[in-house]
């Protein structure tokens, strides 16, 4: 099966496709993860985006659109994939389209803003051991305070109010407009994301089997 997994930032679609990906063993590909690794790998295309990250820019859509395509050839990809943060904007999908790549299905985590933004700013992190704890979903045993290894747990800069409230913005004008996109195809399955991951992760594997 290939999919595409849409979703705000923070509303969990991450987590649901590793879940998807290791129940049906196809992978799961990150746009930010193939990209460091063609980087790493010297590739023709990972070479271009190393220019364009050295010189502090964003690397351009031709160069995403050719890792990408670059990455779906490889023989993993042959039972199908998961594409988690891509396509971002609809002339990705379109890319997408003209490479001749059939998908099957686009899920969208959707969780509203305000729960976005409950759901990140009450993350705190171990700056020292790096594990993650939540003020109201995985308190810590003593507040502020890191069970592993006692450091002071701090804020991420990404997870502050304002900076979710940002990306969240940009998220609605670039990749919302792609729900419009697949609905047209009668491909796309909207999921309301539940505060338990288990209850997301169900209602996910159903909209996956669902042809309606």
Known sequence: MKLILLGAPGAGKGTQAEIIS???G???????????????????????????MDAGQLVPD???????RDRLAQDDCKNGFILDGFPRTIPQAQALDEMGVAIDRVI???????????????????????ASYHLEYKKPEKEGVCNHCGAALVIRKDDSPEVVQERLQVYHAQT???????????????VQGQEQVADTTALTLQALE???
Do not use: F, W
């Open 62 to 68: 031709q160069v995403v659109i050719g890792i990408i």
């Open 176 to 190: 919302e407009p792609l729900k419009e996109y697949y609905q047209k195809t009668g491909k796309l399955r909207v």
């Open 22 to 24: 290791e129940k049906l």
């Open 210 to 212: 669902d042809e309606a």
């Open 108 to 130: 969208e985590i959707h969780v509203s803003d305000d729960q976005i933004v409950q759901r990140m700013s009450g993350r705190r992190v171990c700056p020292s051991c790096g």
């Open 26 to 52: 196809i992978p799961t590909i990150s746009t930010g993860n193939i990209i460091r690794e063609a980087v790493k790998a010297e590739t023709e295309m990972g070479k271009q985006a190393k220019a364009y």
